[in-house]
Structures are given as structure tokens and as C-alpha cells.
């Protein structure tokens, strides 16, 4: 049975001691809840995904919980070492017990020109760190969107994403749907769009590639208001939250909600 997801994006958000502070008090409501349920009850897995700079930090404090709580980096470079003057590697950032790391988020294809062929790479150089897993970042902006494009612009992205892993047996693959218009917008998707689209990828990639875990999770302005309903749905495997998971309590509350399912 797959496992919910729900995700944490920092962003360029928290030093060191603001981890160490927000994380008292996260694990704090965490004991609180573990008390209360039994953890195999809640069948869902937390990540986070804090800057590069605080990536081993945070392991030091998530390590006692790696049974739930998994760490992603928010990024790499496609390389495996070399002249890449402020690239990060995947042997770098596994080493920092990363297993998870985010690919193509829109705010490195729209604001650090990331195509979709780098993407590709990334993807590729995930893989090639064994046990790794990439959560690959899709979705329209609001031009297409009104022009109902939402499905062959994302299947483009999804091709061009997985090209060099087609053919490959690939254990397991997270794709975030993140609409454009919806992240930091205060704009969340329709649960029912969002289950339609989530629908498509799915059928999308189970016809096109061999992925033994695939989990398609939502990004984009997720909130304790509106996170019941969207895990309701049966193609929303989980949740990548921005802005609502800097708060430690308020990402608490959607963890307690999206794992009461
Ligand atoms: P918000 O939750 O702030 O809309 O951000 C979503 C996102 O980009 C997660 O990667």
C-alpha cells in the first residue's frame, strides 16, 4: 500500500537555529500525536526539504524519527563532480542523508531558466545515486490553464523529464503537480480539477514508463482549510506545502489532518 506524503518546501526560508527552533517545537506536537495513535495507523510519511545549508542539520534532528520523517534536498546539479562553481551534487546531498530530492520546481524553471532537457539530467542523476528518489515538479501557468492546455503541456513535461530513464526499470518516482498559478497565490486548485489532473499523470506515466511506486502529490497553497479535501481525493497521494509548512504548529495541522484520513 503506498504511502501519503506530506511535504515540506522551506525555500530560501531558515538558518540552522531557526531549524533548531522550529523543530522543538514540531517534534514536540509530533510526541504529542505518537502518544496518542499508533504511527502505523496514520500510513503517511513526512519530508522536508530545507536549504542545502541546513540539509545536514536537520538529519541530525529528524535522524530518531527516519521511520516518518525523510529528508529531500530542493535541488542539484546534474554532474557528478567537477568545474560547477556553487553546484551541489546527488553524492553530496545523500551524504547529508538526503533520499528524496525536489526536480524542476517552477520557481527554478521560471526564475533560473531551467529547461526542461537539464531537467532530464537532473532526473537522470537522481537515479544514478542509488536509493535516491526525485520528486519531479509539473504544472501550467494560468495562460494555459484558460486555454484548457493544462494536459498536453504537462504530458510535455513529463516526457521530456523522463526521457532518459524511459526504457529503465525505475522503483519508484514522486511527481508534484504544482500549477503555477496556484503557488503562493492564496489560489488553490478545485479538489476535483486537481483529482482530474492527478488522474491524467498517473494513466500518463503507468502507460508510458515502468515505475514500480509511483505517488503524484499536489503543490500549491495548501493549507489546514483546504487539505481534508484534497487527500479526500483517491489520485492525491500526498501534498508539497510552501508557505504553511514554515510554521511548525500549522504544518503539524496538516500533517494531523492529511494522516487522519
Ligand atoms: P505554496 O504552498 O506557498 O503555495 O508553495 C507551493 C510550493 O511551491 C511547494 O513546492
Redesign the pocket.
Known sequence: MKKKIV?A?F?MNKTDEDIKKYFAVFLDRINGLRNKTSFNDFDAELIF?PPFTSLSETHKIIEPYMDFIKLSS?NIYSEKSGAYTGEISIDMIKSCGCVYS?IG???RRNIFKESDELIGKKIEAVYSGGGMTPIL?VGENLEIRKQNGQEKFVENQLAVGLNYIKGRNIPSLIV?Y?PVW?????M?IKADDGEAMHGFISDYIISSFSIGELRVIY?????EANIKELMGKPHIDGV??????LDPQSFHNIFKLAAAQ
Request: contains cysteine; hydrophobic residues 35%.
Open positions: 511535504a518546501n525555500k526539504a530542493q525536489i520546481h517552477s520557481e515538479c508534484a504544482e496556484a503557488i503562493g497565490t492564496g488553490p503543490g500549491g497553497s495548501v493549507t508539497l506545502v510552501g508557505g504553511a509548512s
